[in-house]
């Protein structure tokens, strides 16, 4: 059998790359999982009856589940999220405070989509001053949030910020309220409400993790066709110099 030898910088490349491509393509794999089984819990928890702000606010793992409201909007504290687009428009999610009358509990409800186009202008929407019996459902982020803009305590309402986090809020305002958003279902209170449930699915990981392992597959036909290329050019050195000195 003809030996292999690759050298020891390809040797030294590959043992450096290989291991970070495979990592990176068992990642995606684990990724795509949590998302098939993060949408086969929001497809259930979606076809179930809501409960009341009470019940979601003892669960340890409220994310997705349908709830039902029964109060009104704070319409003095708006907050308009930035930086969400529709169908190549630009435009921003409106959220504000609503007292539950049944628990005494306020939550932030995520009322849908609004256009902006011209940002000289404010943001239009009307906010309904009756009492309101609404359904929504949880949304917990996947990751943790980054505020880019100003910090929102300071400023006037309504605030425009590119994250949202509830908590904050209440601490902000004084309130005991309800840690996560709240999504509108359709109803008297909406505007558009067409969310993505997670930003990228589970056949985009599978098709990030085929990528890696097939650079990882790459970088070692490679490594084996350079060691034996190698020797070869190493065989045909040896037999022209034994050539010339004969």
Same mark, same amino acid.
């Given at each position: 059998?003809?030996?292999?030898?690759? @050298? =020891?910088?390809?040797?030294?490349?590959?043992?450096?790359?290989?291991p @970070?491509?495979? /990592?990176l393509?068992?990642?995606?794999? @684990?990724r795509?999982?949590?998302?098939?089984?993060?949408?086969?819990?929001?497809?259930?928890?979606?076809?179930?009856?809501?409960?009341?702000?009470? !019940?979601?606010?003892?669960?340890?793992?409220?994310?997705?589940?349908?709830v039902?409201?029964?109060?009104?909007?704070?319409?003095?504290?708006?907050?308009?999220?930035?930086?969400?687009?529709r169908?190549?428009?630009v435009?921003?999610?409106?959220?504000?405070?609503?007292?539950?009358q049944?628990?005494g509990?306020?939550?932030?409800v995520?009322?849908?989509?609004?256009?902006?186009?011209?940002?000289?202008?404010?943001? !239009?929407?009307?906010?309904?001053?009756q009492t309101?019996?609404?359904?929504?459902?949880?949304y917990v982020a996947?990751?943790?949030?980054?505020?880019?803009?100003?910090?929102?305590?300071?400023?006037?309402?309504?605030?425009?910020?590119?994250?949202?986090? /509830?908590?904050?809020?209440w601490?902000?305002?004084?309130?005991? @309220?309800?840690?996560?958003e709240?999504?509108?279902?359709?109803?008297? /209170?909406?505007?558009r409400?067409? =969310?993505?449930?997670?930003?990228?699915?589970?056949?985009?990981?599978?098709?990030? /993790?085929?990528? =890696?392992?097939?650079?990882?597959?790459?970088?070692?036909?490679?490594?084996?066709?350079?060691? =034996?290329?190698?020797n070869?050019?190493?065989?045909?050195?040896?037999?022209?110099?034994?050539?010339?000195?004969?």
């Amino acid at each position: 059998m003809k030996p292999f030898r690759p @050298g =020891w910088v390809p040797t030294l490349v590959v043992l450096m790359l290989l291991p @970070g491509l495979i /990592a990176l393509g068992c990642w995606q794999l @684990g990724r795509a999982e949590q998302k098939r089984a993060l949408l086969v819990s929001y497809a259930e928890r979606q076809a179930s009856e809501p409960l009341g702000v009470a !019940q979601v606010s003892q669960l340890q793992d409220p994310a997705y589940r349908r709830v039902h409201l029964f109060g009104h909007f704070d319409t003095h504290h708006s907050l308009l999220l930035d930086n969400r687009m529709r169908d190549g428009q630009v435009g921003v999610e409106l959220l504000q405070p609503f007292l539950d009358q049944a628990s005494g509990q306020w939550l932030l409800v995520n009322r849908g989509w609004l256009p902006w186009p011209d940002r000289r202008n404010s943001v !239009q929407f009307t906010t309904p001053e009756q009492t309101l019996s609404l359904d929504a459902w949880v949304y917990v982020a996947p990751g943790a949030t980054f505020q880019l803009h100003a910090d929102p305590e300071g400023g006037d309402w309504p605030r425009l910020l590119t994250a949202i986090d /509830a908590a904050q809020l209440w601490s902000q305002l004084g309130r005991e @309220g309800f840690a996560h958003e709240l999504r509108l279902e359709p109803g008297p /209170a909406s505007y558009r409400l067409d =969310w993505p449930v997670v930003a990228m699915g589970p056949e985009k990981h599978l098709g990030y /993790a085929v990528q =890696w392992f097939a650079l990882a597959l790459a970088l070692v036909l490679l490594y084996l066709y350079f060691g =034996w290329h190698n020797n070869k050019e190493k065989q045909h050195g040896s037999r022209h110099e034994s050539t010339q000195h004969v």
